[in-house]
């Protein structure tokens, strides 16, 4: 398929919301609330379901606490990003210059960065975790292409030319989601430049913690996937899912095909997004595309029953993250 119009073009509505009725049926499954200031009117007025990431340690509470507040509204996910793998040592180090020179060559504009064990990551993981009984592990993932900043705080941010060896990220992702399988945890994974890695990574997943592995759903957040390579994942791992979002996926028209290719059943959608007053337009914003490209209707009003002829895209899109939340897809692989 070929898609020739902008988003703005094709959604007309764009900037309108349906009621509450039908938002309430809605979830952001990725955003980042907590890497800005939130108020309790916000969150007050919210009318959809977050999941909320933490990316590195000082996020971890932060998200643990709006899900204590909000505990109707937010599901919480805890784990560490692979923009932060730097700080996190696999091995026992002598000193901050110690362990950064095991990663970069030049380890001089490192020496000021926090550090830590990844056996204390995966204890503070598996803290969290084990306090919210239906949270996910996320954000987690392996990155190709990203680069160390100077000064991850401070806008606009100055890169260093250092990126973190596939290798480290790789190995705390790993070591994250056999926590997972052993905790029973759903996943929301960031992958980017890394297609081959990925397929390659999920492979191995399935065949180390085998039923422990389909009983837990992965999704592939704002998928970059080729068509291609999704359709090979879709059909050999029927317990993993993508979702998408404006703020990354509308960058490129790939994501349309993407959404064509996908099975029905395995896509979700994300505002990806650190504002909580944005996440309810991205979200739907992404809700209209999947619409679109799926030929389903937009609920303008909520039926509780409805025929499954004529089921809309808010209805589909919550089947679907039912199944995710419900996960347990060991024997599925030839039905879906």
Partial sequence: MCYEHDISDTISHRDTLPPPSVLRHVVDVH????????????????????????TFQA???????????????????????PWFTHWIALAPYQSKEDHYRRIFKDADEHKRSSKMALRTVLEDVRRNLMAFPS??????????????????FSSPGELTPFTVPFE?????????LDLAAELGRNVSMHSVKSQMATVE?????????????MKISVDIHSCGLSPQTWLSIEKRHPNVFLSLSTII?????????????????RILVESDCYRIEDCVQR???????????????VESSWEEVVDESQQGVVRHLENNWKEFVQGNHIGLSMIK
Avoid at 60 to 80: E, N
Avoid at 139 to 151: K, T
Avoid at 168 to 176: P, S
Wanted: with cysteine; hydrophobic share 45%; charged share 20%.
């Fill in 201 to 213: 990574l999920l492979d191995r997943m399935a065949d180390k913690h085998g039923e422990h592995w």
């Fill in 59 to 81: 996020n971890q509470g932060l998200v643990r606490d709006l899900a204590i507040a909000f505990p109707d509204k937010v599901m919480p996910s805890f784990g560490y990003h």
């Fill in 283 to 297: 979200t739907w914003d992404m809700v209209l595309i999947v619409a679109e490209v799926k030929g389903w209707p």
């Fill in 31 to 54: 955003c980042h609330p907590t890497d800005s200031e939130i108020s309790v009117k916000s969150m007050d007025n919210l009318p959809i379901t977050i999941v909320a990431m933490s």
């Fill in 249 to 265: 996926n509308s960058r490129s028209p790939n994501h349309r095909a993407l959404i064509a290719a996908c099975s029905s059943r």
């Fill in 135 to 152: 949270a996910m592990l996320g954000e987690v993932g392996i990155d190709r292409a990203f680069r160390v900043p100077y000064n991850y």
């Fill in 168 to 176: 480290h990220q790789l190995a705390i992702l790993e070591a994250q």
